[in-house]
């Protein structure tokens, strides 16, 4: 079992720049394939940020603003967010399985607790 914890959330204003982290302990990170971010704003269902295998494959869903990159030494994945815009204003969460490539938030079986990103018009 591993445990995640994010940091580096907060407000920034349009167009700005945040660069998430995500640090686990417990199982070694580098045991699983695939790791994630996802986020949630209020009212609406958590979705699919950015993702990235063991093998180096990603993919994201905002336009290539932001890119996730693993660290297997440390232990850490990172999401460095871009030309931010208000509608990126979510709650962020990694997150990790075992499985192959996935988009799918039902896949992922272990989340940390999230971070608040807030960015100002």
């Known amino acids: 079992q591993v445990q995640l914890v994010e940091s580096g959330g907060g407000l920034v204003q349009a167009g700005g720049s945040l660069r998430l982290s995500c640090a686990a302990s417990?199982?070694?990170?580098?045991?699983?394939?695939?790791m994630a971010w996802f986020r949630q704003a209020p009212g609406k269902e958590r979705e699919f940020v950015v993702g990235?295998?063991?093998?180096?494959r990603s993919a994201d869903s905002v336009q290539g603003r932001f890119t996730i990159s693993r660290d297997n030494a440390k232990n850490t994945v990172y999401l460095q967010m871009n030309s931010l815009k208000p509608e990126d204003t979510a709650v962020y969460y990694c997150a990790v399985h075992d499985g192959s490539w996935s988009m799918n938030v039902n896949d992922y079986a272990y989340w940390g607790q999230g971070t608040q990103v807030t960015v100002s018009s």
């Open positions: 990235i295998s063991r093998s180096g």
């Open positions: 417990g199982r070694t990170f580098s045991s699983y394939n695939m």
